[in-house]
């Protein structure tokens, strides 16, 4: 069964910073893209970041550019987003997903969602 924890969430002030981790079990971690999505309230679910598995490659929305990271560390089957200079416009629901391929396809490849991590920014 595919399992993404994602955790780290949280309220912060707009300028503030959050590291949202996410674990994954249930598939092959290492053998996958990986990446973050987010659900703001009333909003479809967008792409966020992504990284390749083949050779690190980062994939950033603009949005984000230059605020957010990520990182994955495949020994612990794990997926990071460091956050920083937040603002009320990323307040949303984060998820993370194996990704069919970061960034051209940015789809969730095995469908399966996880609870997500609540991250509200306060202006």
């Known amino acids: 069964e595919v399992q993404l924890q994602a955790f780290g969430g949280g309220l912060v002030q707009a300028g503030g910073s959050l590291r949202l981790s996410c674990a994954a079990s249930g598939f092959t971690f290492d053998d996958y893209d990986i990446g973050w999505f987010r659900q703001a309230p009333g909003k479809e679910r967008e792409g966020v970041s992504c990284m390749r598995r083949s050779d690190g490659d980062t994939y950033y929305a603009d949005s984000v550019k230059g605020r957010f990271t990520i990182s994955r560390d495949n020994a612990k089957n794990t997926v990071y987003l460091r956050m920083n200079s937040l603002k009320p416009e990323d307040t949303a629901v984060y998820y993370c997903?194996?990704?069919?391929?970061?960034?051209?396809?940015?789809?969730?490849?095995?469908?399966?969602w996880g609870q997500g991590t609540l991250v509200t920014v306060s202006s």
């Open positions: 997903a194996p990704i069919v391929s970061c960034p051209v396809v940015y789809l969730n490849d095995l469908e399966s």
